[in-house]
C-alpha cells in the first residue's frame, strides 16, 4: 500500500503517520517530492487498518499494491477450471448447459426432466430441493425427499447435481446427494453460509446478490477460497434497476468483466434474468456468444403448473429448439476458445 500525503501536511502530521505504519509491524519508506511526501507501506497487508489511516490528518490518499480479492484475482493463478462430477466448466473446450426445473416437485417430474435434458445436450442437473422464497406461504421445496429424487435421476442419466443450500445446518445432509452446492442471490452475502461452503469438499455455484456489485459478488467468491475451497463457479443472474419490462436487468457485461478480473468459471442463467420464457434463448444465445462458460436454463414439462419460476422455464420442447439454434454459437465459442487457448500457450 502507498500514502500519499497533502501537499500542505505539516512534518509532524507526516511523522505521525510514519508511527502509525510502525505501530502496526509494518516498515515505511520515505520519498520526498517537492510538495507532498510517498509513504510506501512495507510487510503483510493483513496487519494494516487502512481506514485508520485514511482518516489522519494529511493524508490524501491510499493506493492499495495488492487486490483485496487476492485468490480470485485473474493474476493470482492465470486461469482455472471446476470439476462438477465429471464435467469440466472453465479453462475447456465446450459450454456447460446445467438445465431443469427451478423446484424439484415429484419424482416423476424430475425423472423425465432429466432424460429429456440430458438427450439436448445439458451436462448438469439442476433442481432446487430448498427454495429460498419471498413468502412464507409459498412452496419451501421438498428437503430431503427432493435430494434423493435428484440422487436417483443422477443414477439413471449420470448427469452430476446441482442444488441450493439455504443454511449451513442443511449443508451435510445436502452433501451426501448433491455434486455441486448452488449459493443463492440472497445468500450471496450470507458470510456465515459462505464460510460453510468454503470448507466444503464440494464445488459451489455462486450467484451475484441482486443488488450486488461485481466487486461484491468477487468478494464473497474470496470467502470460500479463503476456507480451502478452490472451486467456485461464478453466476450473473441479472440484477434490480429500475427497469420493470423483464424480472431483472441481465448484467451481460459482467462475463467478460469476471472474466478478466478473476480466474474463476463464469456462467450465465438467462432464466431469472429476464423472468421470461420468451427472452430465455435470445439471453442464452448472448451468453455464449460473449464467451460464459456455461448457461443455467429453467425447464419444466408443463410451465403452467410449475409451483415455482413457471413463466421463466422453458417447456421441453422449446429447450430443444433453443439448444439446435445454439449450435452455430457454440461452434463460434469453441473456435474462440481454442484460438484464446493457443494464444495463451505461445
Ligand atoms: C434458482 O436458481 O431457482 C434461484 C432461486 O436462483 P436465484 O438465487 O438466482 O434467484
Ligand atoms: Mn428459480
New binding site residues.
Given amino acids: 500500500m502507498i500514502v500519499i500525503t497533502q501537499p500542505n501536511a505539516t512534518e509532524e502530521q507526516i511523522q505521525r503517520i510514519i508511527t502509525r505504519v510502525r505501530e502496526f509491524g509494518l516498515e515505511a519508506q520515505i520519498s520526498r517530492g517537492a510538495s507532498r511526501v510517498i509513504i510506501g507501506v512495507i510487510g503483510p497487508e493483513a496487519l494494516l487498518r487502512e481506514k485508520q489511516i485514511a482518516t489522519m490528518a494529511g493524508v490524501e490518499a491510499i493506493i492499495p499494491v495488492l487486490k483485496p480479492y487476492k485468490l480470485a484475482a485473474r493474476d493470482s493463478r492465470g486461469a482455472s477450471s471446476v470439476v462438477v462430477g465429471d464435467v469440466r466448466l472453465g479453462e475447456h473446450e465446450d459450454v456447460v448447459l446445467i438445465c431443469g426445473p ?2 424439484v416437485e415429484s419424482r416423476e417430474q424430475i425423472l423425465s426432466i432429466s432424460t429429456i435434458v440430458k438427450e439436448s445436450g445439458a451436462k448438469i442437473l ?1 433442481g ?1 430441493a430448498f ?2 422464497r419471498t413468502s412464507p406461504y409459498s412452496f419451501q421445496g421438498l428437503r430431503e425427499e427432493g435430494l434423493r429424487f435428484l440422487a436417483e435421476a443422477r443414477m439413471k442419466t449420470g448427469l452430476p447435481v446441482v442444488t ?1 443450500v439455504m443454511d449451513p445446518r442443511d449443508l451435510s445432509m445436502i452433501e451426501k446427494y448433491a455434486d455441486c452446492l ?7 452475502h450470507n458470510f456465515s453460509l459462505l464460510k460453510e461452503v468454503g470448507r466444503s469438499r464440494l464445488p459451489v455455484l455462486l ?2 446478490g ?1 443488488s450486488a456489485t461485481i466487486y461484491d459478488l468477487i468478494m464473497s467468491a474470496e470467502y470460500i477460497l479463503n476456507e480451502g475451497n478452490p472451486n467456485v463457479i461464478l ?1 450473473e ?2 440484477i434490480r434497476t429500475f427497469e420493470t419490462a423483464t424480472r431483472n436487468t441481465c448484467d451481460i457485461a459482467a462475463i467478460p468483466v469476471l472474466d478478466e478480473m478473476t480466474h474463476l468459471p463464469v456462467i450465465l ?1 438467462p ?2 434474468a429476464t423472468g421470461k420464457r420468451s427472452l430465455v434463448p435470445a439471453l442464452s444465445r448472448a451468453g455464449v456468444a460473449i464467451g460464459a462458460d456455461g448457461l ?1 436454463v ?1 425447464v419444466h414439462p408443463c410451465p403452467e403448473k410449475a409451483i ?2 413457471g413463466a421463466q422455464s422453458l417447456t421441453l420442447e422449446s429447450f430443444r429448439q433453443m439448444m439446435r439454434d445454439l449450435q452455430p454459437y457454440i461452434r463460434l465459442w469453441k473456435e474462440q476458445r481454442a484460438a484464446k487457448q493457443a494464444a495463451a500457450v505461445a
Fill in positions: 427451478c423446484s439442476r432446487g427454495k429460498p441450493e448452488q449459493v443463492g442471490t440472497r445468500n450471496m450467484k451475484r441482486f453466476c443472474r441479472g442463467d432464466s431469472h443455467i429453467e415455482s419460476d
